[in-house]
């Protein structure tokens, strides 16, 4: 595998990905560690020899920890951080299979979605340039047919002499192609984005067949409607139909082509699969609520340990059918997990608990965790409101001791009602600035500062009131 597929995870340190969860979670140093070593050892197993590489198995992660301490969040954050495809699914969205439910198969097929729409990103970054280039001389091309350089839309070069212009003599040569050079500045500049251009355009043959296969119903018939669509799509010639738009839109539509043209859409799809069985994560949430003795209103137990059952496979190693080709689920990362407040780990079948080796727990949070998921973590919430209200001319500005008691109040509304992590703050807040939030612009504007007095006043009474605290807070 090269640099340019590995993607960044083969650039992280364990420390440099705790580094980046830390400007989002807050606490929770375990874990972190824990998931960082994980995906660092795939790196790691990857740059060994094949023997070797074949038998280490990834070291699957279960992170167990009440609701609302940052289980979910980093998953989202690792998604984003590092270059790896990453899916995240609830596991309960298998226990209605049948009904609603999708097959336990189709988050490795999204998994590979994740790594082709990677890897096409990357090649848009590497090729943009050069499509870019080529879009803009056939839009050239489009817009002053006598000075062309290329056969219109097709992709080729072709020698000028081909195209009729080796009757001109050679100030017409030159007077086209400084007009040509002329025109090619103002397309640049942009002043004729407004302009109206009629192209050819490759009509998509095969959307109708996208439709019917995105309805998740034609997995569980079996049938492949993804193979189906792109025999379909290689048997259907594609039409060009002519339309007039906006020379801004005939830019990205041309670029869009010339894109397709670059890319070798087979190298691209074999380095998806490999990306996706190498150094694909899939993660795994809300699993205790699939364990057996979690008890739910809806459905029966038998579903949840069916679900349990199909994942088995999967965690253990197997190979999914996907519309690019077989993708082998052995070194696929998994995480998964719950809060288990209900349930308990070993309510998972057997099976399943040895599959994933390495447990996290995750730490219960306190005031001081609170003060600093407040303001800390780069889409804190108090940076949230800030941002929102400036929107409307009201400068937000939170005193120390308004954190503080906000905290404060957090952890006990914990403490007294249900313990709902750090969303107790997300609702907390919602009631501390409800205020302003309807008020601003038109009553409210200019500065607008958020001291404990304030907390106190919106928070307190709520709190007091034992039926108003569990409704509102
Ligand atoms: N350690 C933390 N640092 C920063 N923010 C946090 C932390 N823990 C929770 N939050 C905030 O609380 C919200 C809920 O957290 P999260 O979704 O991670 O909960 P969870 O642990 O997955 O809980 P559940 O078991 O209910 O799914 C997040 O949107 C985030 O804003
Ligand atoms: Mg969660």
Same mark, same amino acid.
């Given at each position: 595998?090269?640099?340019?597929?590995?993607?960044?995870?083969?650039?992280?340190?364990? #420390?440099?990905?705790?580094?980046?969860?830390?400007?989002?979670?807050?606490?929770?140093?375990?874990?972190?560690?824990?998931?960082?070593?994980?995906?660092?050892?795939?790196?790691?197993?990857?740059?060994?020899?094949?023997?070797?590489?074949?038998?280490?198995?990834?070291?699957?992660?279960?992170?167990? /920890?009440?609701?609302?301490?940052?289980?979910?969040?980093?998953?989202?954050?690792?998604?984003?951080?590092?270059?790896?495809?990453?899916?995240?699914?609830? +596991?309960?969205?298998?226990?209605?299979?049948?009904?609603?439910?999708?097959?336990?198969?189709?988050?490795?097929?999204?998994?590979?979605?994740?790594?082709?729409?990677?890897?096409?990103?990357?090649?848009?970054?590497?090729?943009?340039?050069?499509?870019?280039?080529?879009?803009?001389?056939?839009?050239?091309?489009?817009?002053?047919?006598?000075?062309?350089?290329?056969?219109?839309?097709?992709?080729?070069?072709?020698?000028?002499?081909?195209?009729?212009?080796?009757?001109?003599?050679?100030?017409?040569?030159?007077?086209?192609?400084?007009?040509?050079?002329?025109? *090619?500045?103002?397309?640049?500049?942009?002043?004729?984005?407004?302009?109206?251009?009629?192209?050819?355009?490759?009509?998509?043959?095969?959307?109708?067949?996208?439709?019917? *296969?995105?309805?998740?119903?034609?997995?569980?018939?079996?049938?492949?409607?993804? /193979?189906?669509? *792109?025999?379909?799509?290689?048997?259907?010639?594609?039409?060009?139909?002519?339309?007039?738009?906006?020379?801004?839109?005939?830019?990205?539509?041309? !670029? #869009?082509?010339?894109?397709?043209?670059?890319?070798?859409?087979?190298?691209?799809?074999?380095?998806?699969?490999?990306?996706?069985?190498?150094?694909?994560?899939? !993660?795994?949430?809300?699993?205790?609520?699939?364990?057996?003795?979690?008890?739910?209103?809806?459905?029966?137990?038998?579903?949840?340990?069916?679900?349990?059952?199909?994942?088995?496979?999967?965690?253990?190693?197997?190979?999914?059918?996907?519309?690019?080709?077989?993708?082998?689920?052995?070194?696929? =990362?998994?995480? +998964?997990?719950? +809060?288990?407040?209900?349930?308990?780990?070993?309510? =998972?079948?057997?099976?399943?608990? /040895?599959?994933?080796?390495?447990?996290?727990?995750?730490?219960?949070?306190?005031?001081?965790?609170?003060?600093?998921?407040?303001?800390?973590?780069?889409?804190?919430?108090?940076?949230?409101?800030?941002?929102? =209200?400036?929107?409307?001319?009201?400068?937000?500005?939170?005193?120390?001791?308004?954190?503080?008691?906000?905290?404060?109040?957090?952890?006990?509304?914990?403490?007294?009602?249900?313990?709902?992590?750090?969303?107790?703050?997300?609702?907390?807040?919602?009631?501390?600035?409800?205020?302003? +939030?309807?008020?601003?612009? #038109?009553?409210? *504007?200019?500065?607008?500062?958020?001291?404990?007095?304030?907390?106190?006043?919106?928070?307190?009474?709520?709190?007091?009131?034992?039926?108003?605290?569990?409704?509102?807070?």
């Amino acid at each position: 595998m090269n640099e340019l597929t590995a993607g960044k995870e083969c650039e992280m340190t364990p #420390q440099q990905t705790v580094e980046e969860l830390d400007r989002y979670v807050i606490g929770q140093h375990k874990a972190k560690r824990a998931v960082a070593i994980s995906l660092r050892n795939r790196y790691r197993r990857r740059q060994l020899c094949r023997e070797l590489r074949e038998d280490i198995r990834p070291k699957n992660l279960l992170l167990i /920890g009440p609701t609302g301490v940052g289980k979910t969040e980093i998953a989202r954050r690792i998604a984003n951080i590092s270059g790896i495809p990453f899916v995240k699914v609830e +596991a309960t969205k298998f226990t209605e299979v049948g009904y609603v439910g999708r097959d336990v198969d189709s988050m490795v097929r999204d998994l590979v979605e994740v790594s082709m729409s990677l890897l096409r990103t990357q090649r848009i970054e590497h090729m943009g340039p050069k499509a870019r280039e080529r879009a803009h001389e056939k839009l050239l091309d489009v817009l002053y047919p006598e000075g062309r350089k290329y056969h219109p839309l097709s992709g080729y070069e072709k020698h000028s002499d081909k195209h009729g212009n080796l009757s001109m003599c050679i100030e017409e040569t030159d007077s086209v192609s400084a007009k040509r050079q002329q025109l *090619s500045e103002e397309l640049k500049s942009g002043e004729l984005d407004e302009k109206e251009v009629e192209i050819d355009v490759n009509e998509q043959t095969t959307p109708m067949v996208e439709v019917f *296969s995105s309805q998740t119903g034609f997995e569980e018939m079996g049938i492949n409607m993804q /193979g189906l669509q *792109s025999m379909l799509g290689n048997m259907l010639p594609s039409r060009q139909r002519r339309r007039r738009v906006k020379i801004s839109e005939a830019r990205d539509i041309l !670029f #869009q082509e010339e894109m397709n043209n670059l890319i070798d859409h087979d190298e691209l799809q074999k380095e998806a699969l490999n990306l996706a069985q190498e150094s694909g994560v899939i !993660f795994l949430d809300e699993i205790d609520k699939i364990a057996s003795s979690y008890t739910s209103k809806t459905g029966p137990d038998v579903s949840r340990e069916g679900v349990q059952r199909d994942l088995l496979p999967l965690v253990e190693g197997t190979s999914v059918m996907t519309k690019y080709g077989i993708v082998k689920t052995d070194h696929i =990362l998994f995480f +998964a997990a719950g +809060a288990f407040n209900v349930s308990k780990p070993s309510d =998972l079948i057997p099976e399943l608990q /040895g599959r994933f080796p390495v447990r996290v727990e995750f730490d219960a949070l306190n005031i001081e965790d609170f003060k600093r998921i407040l303001i800390e973590p780069q889409n804190a919430l108090t940076r949230q409101y800030k941002a929102l =209200l400036g929107v409307d001319g009201l400068e937000v500005e939170f005193t120390d001791d308004a954190i503080e008691a906000i905290a404060r109040y957090a952890f006990q509304a914990n403490a007294d009602h249900e313990n709902i992590g750090a969303r107790r703050l997300h609702t907390i807040m919602e009631q501390l600035m409800e205020e302003a +939030a309807f008020d601003a612009p #038109q009553k409210l *504007s200019g500065k607008y500062v958020i001291d404990s007095r304030s907390v106190e006043k919106a928070i307190a009474p709520l709190l007091k009131n034992h039926d108003l605290a569990r409704f509102i807070l």
